[in-house]
């Protein structure tokens, strides 16, 4: 028998979202860019003030009640963060200021360490710019090189093509989860399958993955995940790298200072064990609070919900959009998150986007830093849309007599 | 904040669908490129100088309404003028939708150029407008490239 899943309760989930009851030249705001951006759940902001006005401290300091209660918070969020990616341990949970941080760590660090002249390090055609300088630069300092899996029109990787590219001379492998331009969900499973079956490791970026799908790091075999606490529905400024506890052992560390080491003296310094080898200094304690708490705003909404949501206004939209003469949808991949990349002839994205800015219609215009995948699409840039489980079909109707308008307009 | 709406007036869609100047000369004098890598808007200027006089110019590339609107319209209001004052309009436009200009500032010489003043509301769009301008400027210095980062 099948469970049929219980839908949100959408009017009562926008009430958490003070944004949503703003207006924007006169227009009441869609928000249509979590792509971009979650929006925070009252909870979740709530909880920040909350430590910022009666437990505001510092982490692993001392032995005040104050100072053990915001390390018992703040170390509570990476045990929700552990569970929430079904990490094996807490020790696998390295907080980071986001995902582009957490994977110039593992560049640094692990990279530096087995990279060397003449390797190759494997990336995907679609990545974000987070996951292709932090390598090139690499690269470059080693005399490596970048290859890249390609894709197909319709915005898939094309897995054949790894037998051929990962070889001897890989050291490892670069891949996003979800393609924050086309919303390709990739099979990253068999990817890390096909990697580890070359010995080869695989770093996922999850950044636009860990607000649509269940993950779990175990049984997708990541060595590393990252992602962005922004875009998870928390704030700013805290992030995660999840990394297989046997390699975060063996890295060494990357910045040095407080709160990593374990003795420091003039002629040597040791450090503490993962994570808190590369959590030098002073971390966005509520940030971190506060990711826990938009966690459990997360799961208590149901994730099964919200993917079963958020894919009915995708279908919807593609639906609506599609009908538009026009208008063309970048990235048809049958498996696909709740963001749709669009172009329509005659008019520029930037045009696009400021003129659905004007009907209240908030968008992502521009390259999404992710300037490999407008080449290969040969577009300067798209106009994106993304859903989250606040969104209604309403919002896909403002969204598309937005466009229709603009459309008009440039006849 | 004024609706983005309000910028895109008649004449800047038409001058968009139908862009004057637009093309290459072959036997230019002057000539520069500009990008903005914010919108990936591409901009080829080619000119021909004489006696200290802008006798020809012609643009190519793909932008957004405003950059195609504003480099045909620019152009336009460039050929035929002396360096000195295309100088001095690119000056005087700039400081327009920058917002820069001092209180009470005029702007004789931009004309209707001055239908792109709204561009100053919308910080997002203001490269777009500039970017032939910061072209111009380059071309006229002898530089090959302008950015408008
Ligand atoms: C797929 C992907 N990777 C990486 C990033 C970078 O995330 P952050 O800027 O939070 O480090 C983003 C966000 O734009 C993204 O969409």
Redesign the interface.
Known sequence: MTTTLHPLDVSAIRKDFSLLSRDFHGKPVVYLDSAVSGQMPLVAIERMAKYEREEHTNVHRGVSTLSQEATDFYEAAREKVRKFIGAGSIKEIVWTRGTTEAINLVAQTYGRMHVKEGDEILLSAMEHHANIVPWQMLAQEKGATIKVIPMTDAGELILGSLDELLTARTKIVGVVHVSNVLGTVNPVKEIIAKAHAKGVPVLVDGAQAVPHLHVDVKDLDADFYAFSGHKLSGPTGIGVLYGKLAHLEAMPPWHGGGNMIRSVSWEKTTYIPAPGKFEAGTPPIAAAIGLGAAIDYLNNLGLDRIAAHEHELLVYATEKLSAIPGLRILGQAKEKASVISFVVEGIHPHDMGSLLDGEGVVVRAGHHCAQPVMARFNVPATTRASFAYFNTREDVDVLVSAVLKAIELFK | ?S???E??QQVI?EH??KPRNFGKLESCTHHAEGHNP?????LELSLIIENGQVQDIKFTG??????TASASLMTGAVKGKPVAEAEAMAEQFRGMVRGDLEPGAQTPLLGKLTLFSGVKD?P??VK?AVLPWATLHAALKGEEEASTE
């Open positions: 904040m609706n983005p709406r910028l895109y869609l968009n669908k914010l919108c990936g808007d591409q793909s932008g957004c309404a405003i950059d919308l997002s769009r777009c």
